[in-house]
């Protein structure tokens, strides 16, 4: 049913979200776990910061990489010429823009997850001579952990259907950087194209559905066995 082309769409936009969402994953929850957690200067400006991209037009996120990232950009030469990593009208710039547009929704989910943790609980272990690094590995973490797996699905889902910053950052080459959503609209823009189309288009509300009722489902899990623990 898939035409060589569509293949490698649906392909690129899988290897595009799962490292968007492996690279955010670290750098997320530690972000979350500052702002629900930290007292400091500037969090204000960090909470602003991060959730800038949902406010922002994408197109102006895009523009924004390109500038900073882009080979004449001041991060992109360097990282060309240090470690020879090129992001622009590249599947690596692709993953960073979905990384950038998804981080605000996985930031949120794990920071009120972590939120709701019980503060008795973290001191009870505190008390018992645990250090700040244990009690977060082994009492905040696996309570907040359905919201750090809604978080890495919901950036998934995210960067499964960028567009804006994707065809702004690294346009829309097929085979190169041409995911999902740049092909859904290369074909509404030629004659015959309302077949490929509709296939895509399917393809991603299937992939999207499938992550957010797998979310769902994990976080169930989770809540069951600490409930049974």
Request: with cysteine.
């Amino acid at each position: 049913m898939f035409t060589p082309d569509e293949l490698s769409a649906i392909q690129l936009s899988m290897k595009v979200a799962t490292w968007a969402t492996v690279a955010t994953l670290p750098i997320g929850l530690l972000t979350a776990l500052a702002l629900a957690r930290g007292k400091f200067y500037g969090k204000t400006l960090l909470d602003a910061l991060v959730h800038l991209p949902l406010v922002m037009p994408p197109v102006v996120t895009g523009y924004l990489l390109l500038l900073g990232f882009g080979r004449r950009g001041p991060l992109g030469a360097w990282l060309e010429d240090t470690f020879g990593v090129v992001f622009a009208f590249n599947w690596k710039g692709a993953a960073l823009a979905c990384a950038v547009m998804g981080f605000p929704l996985m930031v949120r989910a794990m920071r009120l997850s972590i939120e709701a943790v019980d503060h008795g609980l973290e001191r009870a272990a505190a008390t018992l001579g645990a250090n700040r690094m244990w009690v977060f590995t082994t009492v905040t973490l696996p309570l907040a952990l359905p919201g750090v797996i809604a978080g890495a699905l919901l950036c998934f889902a995210k960067a499964l259907g960028e567009f804006g910053a994707t065809i702004t950052f690294v346009s829309n080459i097929p085979g190169v950087t041409q995911t999902l959503p740049t092909a859904i609209f290369t074909y509404t823009q030629v004659p015959g194209g309302d077949e490929p189309a509709l296939r895509l288009t399917l393809v991603s509300i299937g992939i999207s559905l499938a992550a957010l009722v797998l979310s769902e489902w994990l976080a169930r899990r989770v809540r069951s066995r600490g409930v049974a623990r």
